[in-house]
């Protein structure tokens, strides 16, 4: 599932820069991803009939649905819409690889079998040395914007954002992973939507291409993604899952040289040596269970 999850999102760039350049505002862009992954979601969980929650819940656990849904979807993706506006692309995806920097010292003191190890420390920062290789210099390269220490912050905020997302994830009762995925996007719907008519007014009219465009965000890099991103968090923890955040840039970087013909970094196998090894350290545990079985 993380592997799947890493080839989703990584590509997910390239589908977003047809959206942008058809004419999508990127409040509106990030509101129509999540709107259409909740309706999807939402039927599919009415048509199942199932309960969310496996046991009693309290106050603070409806909570923390909301917070979650917030964190998850909702803040980041506009985070990200406007501080986009002022960085490099390359930065963006260096700071989407610092949540799991982010996790790691967050996980040791809220979740149970989650704590740090010098192993475990030095995968996470080899794997992102790896990303910051992929990437290039040309990430902390400045663009001469007014706002781009805003920028900046608003990446990193997002980031953080994922990062609290998913260790409070962990922290829910058992629940049902659809309905689980499906309130956490209603949440981020009813939240993205009123922030994107504020900021950029009423929505555009899509041509048929674009809407197809944002359709196929909705349903697979954000419905199906984010009931992958349930399973794995539920079942493997946070610090887990924040591997994909390595795994994203390397994609987005392969995916467009091998469908858009842009030209592939020299430095791309040693950064994949790595962002392998960094990952095999931190998580070697897992993986011999994983092969082992």
């Keep these: ?37 909740a309706l999807l979601m939402g039927a599919i969980w009415i048509y199942m009939g199932r309960p969310l929650f496996e046991e009693r819940t309290t106050s603070a656990d409806k909570r923390n649905l909301v917070i979650i849904g917030a964190l998850s979807s909702a803040i980041p993706f506009s985070l990200l819409a406007w501080g986009q506006q002022y960085v490099t692309s390359g930065f963006a995806g260096v700071s989407m690889a610092s949540v799991a920097l982010i996790i790691l010292p967050l996980a040791h003191f809220t979740v149970p079998g989650e704590q740090m190890t010098p192993r475990r420390t030095a995968g996470f920062l080899i794997g992102f040395v790896g990303v910051v290789i992929l990437i290039g210099a040309q990430a902390f390269q400045s663009t001469g914007a007014t706002f781009e220490t ?30 689980l995925a499906t309130i956490l996007l209603i949440v981020g719907a009813s939240l993205t939507i009123p922030v994107a008519f504020v900021v950029e007014g009423p929505p555009p009219v899509p041509s048929p291409h674009i809407l ?22 539920r079942s493997a923890g946070p610090v887990f899952m924040s591997l994909v955040n390595y795994q994203v840039p390397a994609w987005s970087v392969i995916l467009g040289g091998l469908i858009l013909g842009e030209t592939l970094p020299k430095s791309l196998l040693l ?13 070697y545990g897992a993986l011999r269970r994983l092969f082992t079985r």
């Design 1 to 37: 599932m993380i592997a799947i999850l890493g080839l989703v999102w990584g590509g997910t760039f390239m589908v977003t820069e047809v959206a942008l350049a058809g004419g999508m505002p990127p409040f509106w862009l990030a509101a129509s991803r999540v709107g259409f992954a």
């Design 150 to 179: 805003a920028g900046r912050i608003a990446c990193v905020l997002a980031a953080s954002c994922y990062a609290v997302g998913s260790i409070l994830l962990r922290r829910l009762p058992a629940a049902h992973p659809i309905g």
């Design 212 to 233: 197809g465009v944002l359709i196929f965000l909705g349903l697979v890099p954000t419905a199906g993604a984010n009931f992958l991103r349930v399973l794995v968090v």
């Design 271 to 283: 950064a994949m040596t790595l962002i392998l090894i960094g990952v095999g350290l931190s998580q």
